[in-house]
Every structure is written in structure tokens, then in C-alpha cells.
């Protein structure tokens, strides 16, 4: 069964304390590996595609990166407005149409 | 441009009361979809279309209906509802399928007594 596990599921860090998201999968056909934020009371806000082991993205603080396994969000010298919540989500190369989320990380990043 | 819109922004059903919740985009997306998002699951596929007239189950399709009869619209229905589908939903839209950008709506609270 394809499914996404993200860890942790919460984090707390102090501003500009580095640290990584973690979101491993057991896909059978990966066609995409997606990052989205929520805000709370808010819907979900796109960040990055991956689509191939080794592919790394960029994003002002956030930087996502792939492997065969797992995926990376790393946030770097984070500020309190990255407080959020980051969801992975991936889509099989056979079932198209679909998408599947991860239960997501909680970040809370304080002053 | 309005992006994604939901409506109502919170509901309270009775078990075995029937409502529509509504989407609507104006970006010409093809794509569309609707999600729930329950505490510590994350957010799972209901149904999606790709494009009017076209719909198709997604994870958790049960006890809900769509139809998608222009581009713009893509309601939810809830036949009966059953205090197990009291959750936050979700509209999103894209332009062509998933792998494209999703834009999602702010969400429609449901609780069902």
C-alpha cells in the first residue's frame, strides 16, 4: 500500500535554531513528491514539486531535497513567521488524479 | 481574480440532514477536488474532477456525491450526514491535474450533532 509517514509531528524551535522535516515513503511508482504549508484555520499553500531522487528545490529559508526513500524540508535560521504546518503529499504514476497527504509537521518557532 | 471560494464557512447538521457545500474557482482551473482534514489524519482525497462533466472517487468517497456540470463549480454533497463526517473541508483547483500547483479554498467547518 503506497502511504507517506511524516516526523515529527510536532517540533518547537527557537529562531534561527536550523533544523529538518522529515516525510518517508513506500510508493510504488513515485510521480511526484509535493510540500505544502497551512496556517492555522487556513487551507493548505503550495511550496514545492520534486520528481526525481536527487532533486533539490529552494525557497527563501526552506529547502526541500529527494531521495529514493525520503524526502527533506530543511528550514534554515527560521523566523516565527514559519510557524506553520508542513504537509507532504505524493502522486503514483498509476493512479492518476490522485493525491495523498502525510498527517503533517507542526513547527512552532519562537522569538 | 477570487481564487478558490467555499461556502458556507461553518455548518451544524443534524444526523440524517442533506447539504450542498459549494466551490467555485475563477482561474480556468480543469482540475478540481475536495478534501477533508480530520485532527492527526491529515487532509484525504473525497472526489475529484478533471474537467466538467468528469468525476472520479478518491480515498474516503462514501456518503458524499459531486457533479461538476460547468468549469467554475464543483459542490459536495451530503446525503445524510453522520456525525462521522464532521471535519474542515477542502476545495482545491489546478490548472490541468494534481501535479500542477493546487490552490485550495479557506475551508468549510462541518459539525454534525
Known amino acids: 500500500e503506497d502511504q507517506v509517514t511524516q516526523s515529527p509531528e510536532a517540533l518547537r524551535l527557537q529562531e534561527g535554531e536550523s533544523s529538518s522535516l522529515n516525510c518517508s515513503y513506500t510508493?510504488?511508482?513515485?510521480?511526484?513528491l509535493f510540500w505544502y504549508r497551512q496556517d492555522p484555520g487556513k487551507g493548505p499553500e503550495f511550496l514545492f514539486t520534486?520528481?526525481?531522487a536527487g532533486e533539490e528545490k529552494e525557497k527563501e529559508r526552506l529547502k526541500a531535497t529527494l531521495t529514493k526513500k525520503e524526502s527533506f524540508l530543511h528550514i534554515t535560521a527560521p523566523k516565527p513567521e514559519d510557524s506553520a504546518t508542513y504537509l507532504c503529499?505524493?502522486?503514483?504514476?498509476?493512479?492518476?488524479?490522485?493525491?495523498?497527504f502525510g498527517a503533517g509537521t507542526q513547527v512552532v518557532v519562537t522569538p | 481574480n477570487a481564487g478558490v471560494t467555499q461556502t458556507p464557512k461553518f455548518q451544524v447538521l443534524k444526523t440524517g440532514q442533506s447539504m450542498t457545500l459549494q466551490c467555485a474557482q475563477d482561474?480556468?482551473?480543469?482540475?478540481m477536488s475536495w478534501y477533508r482534514q480530520d485532527p492527526g489524519m491529515g487532509l484525504r482525497l473525497i472526489h475529484y474532477?478533471?474537467?466538467?462533466?468528469?468525476?472520479d472517487q478518491g480515498e474516503v468517497p462514501n456518503g458524499y456525491n459531486v457533479s461538476r456540470s460547468t468549469t467554475e463549480d464543483f459542490p459536495l454533497r451530503l446525503l445524510s450526514a453522520a456525525p462521522s463526517q464532521t471535519s474542515v473541508y477542502f476545495c482545491?483547483?489546478?490548472?490541468?491535474?494534481?501535479?500542477?500547483?493546487?490552490?485550495f479554498g479557506p475551508g468549510t467547518r462541518l459539525t454534525v450533532l
Open positions: 520534486l520528481y526525481s
Open positions: 474532477s478533471v474537467g466538467a462533466g468528469i468525476t
Open positions: 482545491a483547483s489546478s490548472l490541468t491535474g494534481p501535479q500542477d500547483t493546487q490552490y
Open positions: 503529499a505524493f502522486m503514483t504514476t498509476d493512479s492518476w488524479g490522485k493525491f495523498q
Open positions: 482561474m480556468n482551473h480543469e482540475y
Open positions: 510508493v510504488s511508482g513515485l510521480r511526484g
